[in-house]
């Protein structure tokens, strides 16, 4: 087979795996992001993982957290945020609110699930 030939089907082969398996796993977002009534809502989805993993949420506002959970039966469930001292499993489909108080700008909070597999955080600016 000719070099080049090989080279280029490499090549492609290992942009298809990247495409095929990237997970958008360091996703960074605002979106997910909302203040109602003088309360910040940090929405993350929890399900073979979270998404978004990193989230921009605003210093000095008293926040909730919002896990969303649909069919989740891994171990995204078993979430542990240290900073906090909150452990729990999740519901398998459900949404629960849980009050993560109000951060100084500069400092982020991290979420684990129980194998410390998969992560989040919230980055407060």
Do not use: H, R
């Amino acid at each position: 087979m000719n070099k080049t030939v090989s080279i280029i089907l490499t090549t492609s082969l290992i942009f298809a795996t990247i495409i095929i398996f990237w997970d958008g796993s360091n996703s960074i977002s605002e979106k997910n992001v909302e203040i109602k009534d003088g309360i910040q809502y940090v929405e993350i989805d929890a399900k073979g993982g979270y998404n978004p993993n990193i989230s921009i949420a605003k210093a000095g506002i008293p926040t909730k957290l919002i896990m969303n959970t649909s069919g989740t039966f891994d171990c995204s469930a078993a979430l542990l945020i240290k900073s906090i001292n909150y452990q729990n499993i999740l519901p398998q489909n459900g949404k629960t609110e849980i009050d993560i108080g109000t951060w100084e700008s500069g400092k982020t909070m991290q979420g684990l699930c129980s194998m410390g597999m998969y992560n989040f955080q919230i980055k407060f600016e």
